[in-house]
């Protein structure tokens, strides 16, 4: 089936063969890099995620995709929603802010001797509790030990969402062969074709 | 012994016994021309291509020109714009994996300075790709040089690049007559003395339907492709174009 692509691919020697494999490789290498910088922009780990359980219904259905930023300086309020992830558990959860504690913690940099407000920067220095819209209690039992939540286990508040796109995503998950095969189908596809 | 001829015509000019030079009136240190340094039939693979894809018809075309220039005693290609192509695309796919790999390994906020510097890395090569693609490469698929030591060393460069004039759309009935067209330019410098003293710079520019060269299979007719490029290119070495 693919002797006449081998056929040609000998007779256009060894740079070609570079230039193929260059083709797909920096398909990948753009997806990557526009997700990196997404994730630059947006001051996030993790810019897009997709809603895996049902808690946050009737707003979030499972299976739908949301767009993050984070904010580094700016305050969040009861009633944001946000994703976070304790440490040691390995699933971001999306769930909303139910109460927000400002700790005003002396922070002692140069700018605080022009603006005396300085050091009670809200941004690192808040403490959050979240629960699920479709759940019954608070989500004290996710935290691990922890009473609050701190600003360094958000990875962002949602500013957008579509729904239904992310069960790709969770297809992808739960098959794993179809990921190979995807990406399988792609390298296929950039070796053979030409520009 | 006279070289073997293939299908079609002889050309009108007698062939010397010694068999590589053109027996015209130039002066007999001239270089061979394409034409002169036949191709035995045995040495052709069958190129069958998608008649219906005009990339395809293209790039068969490319790939035999290439093929047929770069044969022994003619040109020796040159693959510097491929050359940094490649360099600068592999350079940016680099980046990119290390990038990904440092952000992947090192948490989210001290990994941050290294991802910039990684992005910014990564754009910059990609800019320069692309910018180096349309302006110092554009349309050009062959660079050959070429040295021959006759009376005195004789250096030949010639550039060709190539492109699809599309049908024009007033009539749209499909033909053999109205078919999308391969069009050439060629440049041709002959110097000496190590590319000081210019002897030749020539321009020749052509163009042929695909239907010329392919048949309804594909099949593509590579003696009579190479024989209008080799009529093309010692055009550009004579300087009829000029």
């Known amino acids: 089936m693919f002797s006449e ?27 990557l890099m526009l997700w990196k910088g997404l994730g630059l922009f947006f001051n996030t780990e993790s810019p897009i995620v997709v ?4 808690s946050m219904e009737p707003a979030f259905y499972r299976g739908d995709l949301l767009f993050l930023s984070n904010p580094p300086n700016e305050r969040y309020h009861t009633g944001d929603i946000t994703v976070y992830k304790i440490p040691g558990a390995e699933i971001p959860i999306v769930h909303r802010v ?3 504690h400002d700790i005003l913690v002396s922070n002692a940099t140069a700018k605080s001797r022009k603006d005396p407000f300085a050091k009670y920067l809200p941004g690192p220095n808040q403490l959050l509790l979240t629960k699920g819209d479709n759940n019954h ?13 701190e600003r360094r286990h958000i990875i962002g508040k949602v500013r957008g969402f579509l729904p239904y796109i992310g069960y790709v995503t969770i297809a992808m998950n739960d098959f ?9 189908g792609l390298g296929l596809l950039a070796l053979i074709q030409r520009e | 012994m006279p070289p073997k ?10 062939v010397p016994a010694s068999g590589s030079r053109r027996g015209s009136s130039a002066s007999p240190d001239k270089p061979p021309g394409p034409l002169s340094i036949v191709v035995t039939p045995e040495e052709r693979d069958v190129i069958k291509v998608n008649n219906a894809s005009v990339t395809d018809l293209k790039n068969a075309c490319d790939d035999a020109l290439k093929r047929y220039l770069s044969r022994p005693n003619l040109f020796k290609q040159i693959h510097l714009h491929t050359d940094v192509r490649l360099a600068l695309g592999w350079a940016g796919v680099i980046v990119a994996g290390a990038t ?7 948490d989210f906020e001290q990994s941050k300075p290294g991802v910039w510097a990684g992005f910014i890395l990564y754009v910059i090569l990609t800019t320069l790709q692309t910018l180096y693609a349309y302006f110092v490469e554009g349309d050009i698929i062959f660079v050959g040089r070429r040295k021959t030591f006759s009376k005195r060393i004789i250096t030949e460069r010639v550039t060709i690049s190539s492109r699809t004039i599309p049908v024009s759309s007033s009539s749209s009935q499909p033909s053999p007559a109205n078919a999308p067209s391969y069009s050439l330019n060629i440049t041709y410098l002959q110097s000496t003395s190590g590319g000081k003293s210019l002897l030749a710079k020539n321009r020749a520019q052509g163009s042929m339907e695909y239907s010329a060269f392919f048949d309804e299979k594909g099949l593509m007719v590579q003696e009579l492709f190479e024989r209008w490029i080799g009529e093309l290119v010692e055009g550009a070495m004579e300087g009829k174009g000029a």
């Open chain 2, 5 to 14: 001829k293939s299908t079609k015509a002889l050309s009108p000019e007698p």
């Open chain 1, 176 to 184: 794993p062969q179809l990921k190979y095969a995807a990406l399988g």
């Open chain 1, 5 to 31: 692509e081998l056929k040609t691919l000998r007779r256009l020697g060894f740079r070609h063969l570079l230039l193929q494999i260059l083709n797909f490789a920096s398909v990948i290498a753009s997806g």
């Open chain 1, 98 to 100: 139910l109460e927000t």
């Open chain 1, 137 to 149: 209690v608070d989500d004290i039992e996710l935290y691990q030990g922890l009473d609050f939540l």
């Open chain 1, 51 to 54: 809603v895996l359980s049902g």
């Open chain 2, 100 to 106: 990904g790999l440092y952000g992947w390994k090192v």
